[in-house]
């Protein structure tokens, strides 16, 4: 079973909205800073949004400052991504990935990713 799922990737209109979530099994998550990262096509992997464990601090990439809230639900194993007033340039594959423990960046595991399409 893979560590990390992500879901709600989609075809949005510039402009709209859309509401990523990552679900985790087998991981104690509650103790993990958790990342979103994305792809855009012919681009590398840019860094997001990340919140750490407990009061969960955020932390955003300026490019989505003020449009992206990054959330967890600990008790479902969740990680949320609201993405707002998308741009084109949002278009990507977005990935959760889990940091280790104490950590908030040396990933340990990484979802399959989920598409996001921004296009009228």
């Known amino acids: 079973e893979d560590p990390l799922v992500e879901s709600g990737g989609g075809l949005v209109p510039p402009g709209g909205s859309l509401r990523l979530s990552c679900v985790a099994s087998?991981?104690?998550?509650?103790?993990?800073?958790m990342s979103w990262v994305r792809q855009g096509p012919g681009r590398g992997l840019e860094w997001v949004a990340a919140?750490?464990?407990?009061?969960?601090?955020?932390k955003y990439a300026e490019p989505v400052k003020g449009r992206v809230v990054i959330s967890r639900d600990d008790a479902k194993k969740t990680v949320y991504l609201e993405l707002n007033s998308l741009k084109t340039e949002d278009a990507a594959v977005y990935y959760c990935?889990?940091?280790?423990?104490?950590?908030?960046?040396?990933?340990?595991?990484w979802g399959q990713g989920t598409r996001v399409t921004v296009s009228s």
């Open positions: 990935a889990s940091a280790r423990a104490g950590t908030w960046w040396q990933y340990d595991y």
């Open positions: 087998g991981l104690t998550f509650d103790n993990l800073a």
């Open positions: 919140i750490g464990s407990g009061v969960g601090t955020t």
